[in-house]
């Protein structure tokens, strides 16, 4: 490996004294930005043309600060074309590379998003809710009226390979296991509860990444999701306010407040959300047993909240134009729960009703966090070569209570109840160095080194009614003290080159990973202590400046979590047990994918995705009977899970003022495995659909329309019934900056979930019916006091790009 590195570097020093010896070559270089907005446009496309025949002798993709660089042109006149999806583009005439000027910079140049008229009236296209990028999708909050309102889950309903269950878990492509990472960095919670506590209107946009590269973390079977937050960084000072009310107890407000001056920049934002939610559910369960069977019917009412507080804070400061140092603090509490009251009745094998009563369940969960992050980037040189470190901390203290209370017919009795609480802290300790030495302008090598290093301390406790003192008595025996520790040593090294149209990178990423799991009780430990190794390769061909095939391989892991490991029995409320198992193996992914982006008439665009995965190890949740009408969850690998689907993403405008988006996933899920001595294979097609509407009415006014159709799918132990919903929102600019959003899911209905889980031992069927429609109103207002400044020559753009991937 040394002899190619030396090899490579020998090359591109040979490659540079050419370059300088024939004074005739040339470069071209500039920074690409939004008119509107003023941020830069990363991935938009650059080419150079022959001024006399408008044939294409180069070209290059911006990177994250909007810049790009062109070496090697040789001496003649030329046009520069940028372009970008969504947007106008623009050409650059009679640009001339002669002896004594050679290096030619065009400066800032703004693209100004597709514009058409309507009557009178200017409409300006908004920028596409969905867009492409190399190495994944992209949803783009602004263009979504959800965003005012909702949260990250609401946001990601949008696309049509997540799907979002009732209790607020999130699954991609078929899989509840993905990485979560919020600015690039890590979280310790689990992904589902991240997502469903981070407010939309916080969110800039959200990147969704199904093949990483080396550069990635390995965690996750289906992939990342990137929460980008908003952190404006465009000079003087500006902002945004809005708040929102609705139905069921909804209401939110945010601030984000933003000032740049010269080379220190900041901002501060503060955010308070709580959205509810109510609904009918019925429950049925059968247990069986060789001798005789239960029945238990449960119908009745809940009621959901989730409610956060989060401050945020942020600095950066350019030090001189190879230095940038920033910091970023965030601090927060948040709270979810509710209550669901039922009406039980117990029948015997032979049909005879055994028992009636009611029930109250009152389940939490809370945590306050706080995290904190110090940045360093380093511009080595003005030809890209830098250095990246992040040290990052970030702490959740976590506590989740429920309390179940049953009841005569008339409540005036408590025949029997528990209550059960886990809580802990949980810390997590963060280093990374990243490394980019490109060789020339085709070659790059990158590298990097990251540890990670968390713990978490968890004491369970039950306490079970005694009707006799009509108190609550700890029960030692299903209580116990757990403490995790979790450290993961990381490398990777990526070398990225192009051939004319062809471009590939190859990839490869060890990880050091040792767990240790003590149950303080009962004195035992569990160990994992292994290396492993994860290639990656992507590939990447252009047929014309507007088609693109792109394809790609990684290999992945999914470790168990950290509740999926614990060998104790946990309560979860009165009918309900989990039981972790110590002897769980990691998920082993081959991933592969093929892609193709065709774009036409600058704002048409439709993306086709086919992918495969092969999942070993696979961990899939178990039911089982653990005593009459009681159930245990645990979890076991079972065997080997197959997914081959692909995937639509079509973008268009039908008219002038209606943009419509087609997005669907289709996919064969299977699994070949066996649990208990059982054969637990199966078969699902899936698929999903979404239409999406985006109507411009009047001037400063749009309608948004939406359908979405989740297809039947079944799983390794039942059967999910499919769903669709309709959703609509109205906004309207009122005045200069000022905005009313009208939003209403579910206008129809058809929220229903249903699921069945069965085996030879067990029956159960769930139903449960949401209120709807579920109505908000938001209104929100933009603080515009810019300052506009060009950037100094000089300065690196490679300082700003915000990003630590790996």
């Not at 830069?40 to 080419?47: C, G, R």
């Not at 501060?268 to 939610?277: C, D, K, L, P, T």
């Not at 009636?356 to 969960?365: A, C, F, G, L």
């Not at 329309?705 to 799918?713: D, T």
Request: charged content about 25%; glycine content about 6%; aromatic content about 12%.
């Amino acid at each position: 490996m040394r002899k190619i590195i030396i090899f490579l570097l020998l090359c591109s020093t040979i490659t540079s004294f050419a370059s300088n010896y024939n004074s005739e070559k040339g470069s071209i270089k500039g920074f690409v930005f939004d008119l509107d907005t003023k941020h830069p446009l990363e991935y938009a496309t650059i080419s150079i043309l022959k001024l006399e025949n408008d044939s294409i002798i180069n070209g290059t993709i911006t990177n994250a600060s909007g810049y790009f660089k062109l070496k090697g042109i040789p001496a003649g006149n030329y046009k520069v074309n940028i372009s970008f999806i969504g947007y106008k583009s623009e050409f650059i005439e009679n640009i001339e590379i002669r002896s004594g000027n050679v290096n030619i910079d065009i400066g800032n140049i703004n693209l100004e998003s597709s514009a058409e008229k309507l009557q009178e009236a200017v409409v300006v296209a908004d920028q596409s809710a969905i867009s492409y990028k190399i190495d994944r999708k992209v949803l783009n909050t602004s263009q979504l009226d959800i965003s005012e309102s909702g949260t990250a889950v609401d946001v990601l309903e949008y696309y049509p390979s997540v799907n979002v269950e009732i209790d607020g878990t999130v699954s991609l492509r078929g899989s509840a296991s993905f990485t979560v990472l919020i600015d690039n960095k890590p979280t310790m919670l689990n992904p589902s509860d991240v997502l469903n506590q981070i407010p939309a209107n916080t969110i800039e946009r959200i990147e969704i990444i199904t093949n990483p590269s080396a550069k990635y973390s390995s965690e996750g079977t289906a992939g990342i999701i990137n929460i980008i937050s908003k952190k404006n960084r465009m000079e003087g000072f500006n902002g945004s306010i809005r708040a929102n009310i609705g139905v069921f107890k909804n209401k939110g407000t945010d601030l984000l407040i933003n000032v740049k001056k010269e080379k220190l920049s900041y901002y501060f934002g503060f955010n308070y959300s709580n959205r509810g939610i109510e609904g009918t559910l019925k429950n049925t369960s059968r247990s069986y047993f060789p001798d005789t069977s239960y029945t238990l019917l449960s119908e009745g009412n809940y009621d959901r909240f989730k409610r956060s507080i989060t401050s945020r804070a942020g600095i950066d400061y350019q030090l001189n134009p190879k230095n940038l140092v920033s910091i970023q603090a965030n601090i927060g509490d948040w709270k979810s729960g509710g209550e669901t009251f039922l009406d039980y009745e117990e029948y015997l094998e032979n049909g005879s009703l055994f028992s009636e009563y009611k029930s109250r369940e009152e389940p939490t969960r809370e945590g306050i966090f706080y995290n904190i992050d110090l940045k360093y980037n380093y511009a080595i040189n003005d030809k890209g070569q830098k250095i990246a470190a992040l040290v990052y901390f970030d702490r959740q203290d976590l506590v989740e209570e429920n309390q179940n209370e049953l009841f005569n017919l008339d409540k005036t009795i408590t025949l029997d109840g528990n209550k059960t609480k886990e809580s802990g802290p949980m810390d997590s300790y963060n280093f990374q160095l990243d490394y980019s030495l490109p060789l020339n302008k085709k070659h790059k090598i990158e590298s990097g080194y990251k540890a990670e290093i968390s713990n978490y301390d968890k004491k369970s406790e039950l306490h079970i009614y005694n009707p006799a003192f009509t108190n609550y008595v700890f029960f030692a025996d299903f209580s116990n003290l757990m403490e995790f520790e979790k450290s993961i040593h990381a490398a990777y090294v990526s070398y990225s080159n192009s051939l004319k149209k062809l471009g590939y990178q190859l990839g490869l990423r060890s990880e050091y990973t040792n767990r240790e799991i003590r149950n303080i009780d009962e004195n035992e430990i569990n160990t994992i202590d292994r290396l492993d190794f994860f290639p990656t390769l992507h590939l990447s061909y252009n047929l014309s400046e507007k088609q693109q095939f792109m394809g790609s391989y990684s290999r992945r892991v999914q470790r168990p979590r950290n509740w999926q490991v614990e060998q104790v029995y946990t309560w979860r409320d009165a009918y309900h047990l989990s039981l972790g198992n110590s002897a769980l193996k990691p998920q082993y992914i081959d991933s592969y994918e093929i892609n193709f982006i065709n774009r036409w008439k600058k704002t048409n665009s439709v993306s086709i995705d086919a992918y495969y995965r092969i999942t070993n190890n696979s961990i899939e949740t178990i039911k089982d009977v653990y005593s009459e009408n009681i159930f245990v969850q645990t979890y076991e690998n079972v065997g080997t899970s197959y997914s081959l689907g692909s995937e639509l993403l079509l973008s268009m405008d039908l008219f002038k003022w209606w943009k419509l988006y087609v997005l669907g996933n289709f996919y064969e899920n299977r699994l070949e495995g066996s649990w208990n001595g059982s054969d637990v294979s199966f078969e699902s097609f899936n698929w999903s659909l979404r239409l999406y509407n985006t109507i411009i009415m009047a001037k400063s006014m749009r309608a948004q329309l939406g359908f979405s159709y989740n297809s039947p799918y079944k799983t390794v132990q039942g059967d999910n019934q499919g769903y669709y919903m309709v959703n609509a929102s109205l906004r309207k600019e009122m005045f200069k900056d000022f905005y009313m959003t009208l939003q209403a899911q579910g206008v129809f209905g058809f929220l229903e979930r249903d699921k069945t889980f069965k085996s030879e031992t067990f029956y159960v069927h769930n139903n449960i019916v949401p209120n709807t429609p579920i109505i908000n109103l938001s209104i929100s207002y933009n603080i515009r006091n810019y300052k506009h400044s060009s950037r100094k020559e000089g300065k690196n753009p490679d300082l700003d790009n915000g990003e630590n991937n790996l």
